[in-house]
């Protein structure tokens, strides 16, 4: 699987996310940049930031759902913000997702995100195998 690396002749990382992650794996997956669409709607999830937050997360779980891998598979996540102050909130939502072993990540600011969301995240993924309608 992945290792994370970590030096301490560098700055610890300050929120969920390791500052390196070593790949040794077969496949390897890159997660197109993902917002906060509910799939039943096609619009984005009302109710702000959080719900975008949460139902951006879910929508990359799917994605990952249809190889055979999970939020553990991920080994680099980019999330993109309207707005940087909103950079703690999504933090703290982002971190219920990888509890032990995160990502390196970056987290950055831009001008505006498709569709006028908050939050859009993309990732890249890892495993050994994957779910046999793949290999099928």
């Known amino acids: 699987m992945k290792k994370i690396i970590s030096s301490d002749r560098a700055p610890k990382a300050t929120g969920p996310f390791s500052q390196a992650v070593l790949d040794n794996h077969k496949y390897r997956l890159e ?12 619009k984005l999830a009302e109710g702000g930031l959080i719900n975008e937050t949460e139902q951006t997360l879910n929508n990359i779980e799917a994605i990952l759902k249809e190889v055979g891998w999970g939020f553990k598979n991920v080994i680099k996540a980019r999330i993109y ?13 982002y971190a219920r997702r990888f509890p032990t072993e995160p ?11 498709p569709l006028g969301a908050l939050v859009e995240i993309e990732c890249t993924a890892t495993g050994d195998e994957v779910n046999d309608k793949i290999n099928g």
Not at 103 to 113: G, Q
């Open 103 to 113: 990502p390196s990540r970056i987290a950055l600011a831009v001008k505006s995100l």
């Open 81 to 93: 913000l309207a707005d940087i102050n909103d950079y703690t909130k999504v933090n703290e939502i």
């Open 31 to 42: 997660l197109s940049g993902q917002i906060g669409i509910d799939p039943n709607s096609g």
